[in-house]
Each structure stands twice: as C-alpha cells, then as structure tokens.
C-alpha cells in the first residue's frame, strides 16, 4: 500500500490536468456557437464523464496491484 500512497500525487496531476484538457477542447469546438449556459452544461457533462473514467481505472488498478501477489 506505500507504494500506492507515493503514486497519489501522480495520479492528482494526471486527472487535474485531464480536466483542464478537456474543458479547454469544449471551449475550443463550442465557446461562441452556444449561449454561455450551455457551454458551462457541456463542461459539467464533460468532466462527470471524465471523473468517472478515472474513478474506473483507479480502482482496476488498486484491484490488480492487490491481485499481484496472489498469481
């Protein structure tokens, strides 16, 4: 598990900069073709897809890492 704990600031600015990235390329493809308010629903829906990608991957990892030692 330490060697989990050493990864989790990785792991922090791998997903803080995958939410930037992908904010950024809705605003590119939609910012002045929609009102202000769909734009910012774009975001939103954009990033709960995103967090829940990452939630995923996570946990397969924490779920390999513990199943290594088992093989």
Not at 27 to 32: F, P
């Amino acid at each position: 598990m330490n060697q989990l704990l050493k990864e989790v600031p990785v792991y922090l600015a791998v997903a803080i900069s995958s939410l930037l990235i992908m904010c950024f390329f809705v605003h590119a493809m939609v910012g002045g073709l929609v009102s202000l308010e769909t734009e910012y629903t774009l975001y939103a829906l954009v990033c709960l897809i995103d967090i829940t990608a990452m939630v995923f991957m996570a946990k397969d990892v924490i779920r390999r890492r513990k199943n290594a030692g088992r093989d």
